[in-house]
């Protein structure tokens, strides 16, 4: 049953499954929404061994609806807190793509707050600072585009319509940068790469993997993995790396 969290301006879709602690909870990519793959086996993971499961859609993406066009780090990260805050007990977050930098910002804002009940981390090909990566990866042409008019329509491997990039996002996205300083969990972190991986290289993930070095890192290279990691055998590496992280 699909719950709604509100914020001010807009209510956030949330599903939720009761069950036990550590409860886990999914943090989404770009564009993606928490009916995918890898969010709905990561639910029937949770109901096979009565965890508590918590998913939900940023606004923009699919349940919650909305403008995507008004998407920021910002915007979506204050979103993850108020669902995260409607959680009890210890959590695993697990966060892909996007959902990896922005499961890095949130433990960063609850340790912050002296409130952080993460005991472990899944990232899954994680995009830390993807904004200045996107930027990075994006041709010239299209970049004197994004400066020009404010956004940029790039063709996507994901879906026959393209996906904008908008300005405001890159932007923004410079006030969340975690690269260039060390990066504090608190926690164990488990990190699944593949290594064909076009979006995310691997030499990024290893990159967050030398900025993380007061805490425990798992790293796992999948050769023959693209960006998604959503085949049947990375469905069950995803699963290992949870019940890694459960304890006893």
Sequence with gaps: MTESVPLSD??????????????????GGFRSDMVGSKATAIDRFGAEHGLGVTRFDYSGHGQTGGDFNLGTITRWLEEALAVFDTTAGPQIVIGSSMGGWLALLLIRELRRRQA???????????????????????????????????????PSDYS??????????IEDGRQHLLFGRIIETGCPVTILQGARDKDVPKEHALKLVQHIVNDP????????????LSRDQDLVLLERAIEGLMGD
Excluded: C
């Design 116 to 154: 952080n009940r993460v005991v472990g981390l899944v990232l899954i090909a994680p995009a830390t600072d993807m904004t200045e990566l996107m930027l990075a990866q994006m041709p010239k042409k299209y970049r004197t585009l994004l400066l020009k008019q404010g956004y940029v329509d790039e």
């Design 10 to 27: 807009r209510s956030i879709a949330v599903e939720r499954r009761p069950g036990r602690q550590p409860g886990l909870f999914w943090l």
């Design 160 to 169: 026959p319509d393209p996906y904008r990039i908008n300005l405001s996002l």
């Design 217 to 228: 890192v798992t790293f796992t290279l999948v050769p023959d993995g693209d960006h998604r």
